[in-house]
T-cell receptor, first 112, second 113 residues
Framework: EAQVTQNPRYLITVTGKKLTVTCSQN?????MSWYRQDPGLGLRQIYY???????DKGDVPEGYKVSRKEKRNFPLILESPSPNQTSLYFC???????????FGSGTQLSVL | GDSVTQMEGPVTLSEEAFLTINCTYT??????LFWYVQYPGEGLQLLLK?????DKGSNKGFEATYRKETTSFHLEKGSVQVSDSAVYFC????????????FGAGTRLTVKP
């Protein structure tokens, strides 16, 4: 089954404790991206990747890192999380940037 | 930069009612326009799209027409069902940056039996 898999689904952490949210897709998509969803703001793009080793900033990249060492994986790294990063995070992938986006089920992150 | 504005929710309708969710956009050139739907506890799914003026996207009884003269892409359905209860997002990809999909704030629809 074609899918985008994010883990974990829920995460509660404390300020400053490094964390990684994993994202994997099994559709051989070249394009992957991360979004955060906040009430009243919709989805905002954090980072995207056009292919292996090619990443670029989206609208709200501050406080986040990503890597794309393999085509299928696109982890989101918070080196020193802060409470303003409490949000619902979605990973997405597509064949190309203008193609249909496939979304993961989301990761609800709470930073205390 | 380019952006979309959706009508504020929540929207509550009775089953079989007519649905309209308004979406207008601000853009340079000719963006591609999309509607995504998010069911409870799930990620977003593409509902329909239109890539040029006067195109009509349709899927599962939903329709939206790309209107350049009014910069709108309103979502409509003639008869909603309880299973249509979800959050609906209007989105665009600017003509000048294919890597940047911009979403509206979302409109929550609840359909009551």
């Amino acid at each position: 089954e074609a899918q985008v898999t994010q883990n974990p689904r829920y995460l509660i952490t404390v300020t400053g404790k490094k964390l990684t949210v994993t994202c994997s897709q099994n559709m051989n998509h070249e394009y992957m991206s991360w979004y955060r969803q906040d009430p009243g703001l919709g989805l905002r793009q954090i980072y995207y990747s056009m292919n292996v080793e090619v990443t670029d900033k989206g609208d709200v990249p501050e406080g986040y890192k990503v890597s794309r060492k393999e085509k299928r994986n696109f982890p989101l790294i918070l080196e020193s999380p802060s409470p303003n990063q409490t949000s619902l995070y979605f990973c997405a992938s597509s064949l190309g940037p203008t193609g249909k986006l496939f979304f993961g089920s989301g990761t609800q992150l709470s930073v205390l | 930069g380019d952006s979309v504005t959706q009508m504020e929710g929540p929207v509550t309708l009775s089953e079989e009612a007519f649905l309209t969710i308004n979406c207008t956009y601000t853009a340079t050139g000719y963006p591609s326009l999309f509607w995504y739907v998010q069911y409870p506890g799930e990620g977003l799914q593409l509902l329909l799209k239109a890539t040029k003026a006067d195109d009509k996207g349709s899927n599962k009884g939903f329709e939206a027409t790309y209107r350049k003269e009014t910069t709108s892409f309103h979502l409509e359905k003639g008869s909603v069902q309880v299973s249509d209860s979800a959050v609906y997002f209007c989105a665009l990809i600017p003509s000048y940056n294919n890597n940047d999909m911009r979403f509206g704030a979302g409109t929550r629809l609840t359909v009551k039996p």
